[in-house]
């Protein structure tokens, strides 16, 4: 199956900074989704994004499908955004029987 | 409002008593799938089911039953639980395949 990595692994952040999160997979992928797990749990959806730029705010995300990474920007971030952001995604084999999940990126944003 | 609900969101339970975690989506989705996430090593994929009656086994099945008798509904039975099964369980539901899964609000479990 596909590895998925995820950099930097640990994040801090001043509020009002700007930071970007990379998703890197060992092979081509379909299916690409990022992901915000809030410090009480729950998990959002932010971005279905197989390929191109999508903007939500201040998130935005590229994937370059081609080159098997993804990348999530967060602009002005808010401590509201801390947390841990996964990336997601499944085998490019047309049976979509697994979503990989990367282990996550913890974003602390100080106030 | 569109949503996943899970039941209960927190268990203590002992080791062999037979529980069910239940899960059900309001979204008409197809797709439904239960992970678990541990740390240091993120969230695997338990089960998933591509719709009624149809289920297939994920990254770590062992030591867990699904059924999908019900579109909305998809729930995770534990026959004999044991300890290594204590984690943070997550539903998730999506229209097609795995496009844009929508996830419950998790159940935590731990197993004594």
């Known amino acids: 199956g596909i590895q998925v990595e995820q950099s930097p692994p640990d994040l801090i952040l001043q509020e009002g900074a700007n930071s970007t999160l990379r998703c890197n997979f060992s092979d081509s992928v379909n299916n690409l989704q990022w992901f915000h797990q809030n410090p009480w749990g729950q998990l959002i959806n932010l971005f279905y994004?197989?390929?191109g730029t999508k903007q939500n705010g201040r998130l935005s995300a590229t994937t370059v499908a081609t080159e098997r990474y993804s990348l999530l920007y967060i602009s002005s971030s808010q401590t509201t955004d801390s947390g841990v952001y996964f990336c997601a995604g499944t085998d490019y084999t047309g049976a979509n029987s697994k979503l990989t999940f990367g282990k996550g990126i913890t974003l602390s944003v100080r106030p | 409002e569109a949503q996943v609900t899970q039941n209960p969101r927190y268990l203590i339970t002992v080791t062999g008593k037979k529980l069910t975690v239940t899960c059900s989506q309001n979204?008409?989705?197809?797709?439904m799938s239960w992970y678990r996430q541990d740390p240091g090593l993120g969230l695997r994929q338990i089960y998933y089911?591509?719709?009624?009656?149809?289920?297939d086994k994920g990254d770590v099945p062992e030591g867990y039953k699904v059924s999908r008798k019900e579109k909305r509904n998809f729930p995770l039975i534990l026959e004999s639980p044991s300890p290594n099964q204590t984690s943070l369980y997550f539903c998730a539901s999506s229209g097609q395949g795995f496009y844009e899964q929508y996830f419950g609000p998790g159940t935590r479990l731990t197993v004594t």
């Open positions: 089911s591509m719709n009624v009656e149809v289920t």
């Open positions: 994004i197989p390929s």
């Open positions: 979204m008409n989705h197809e797709y």
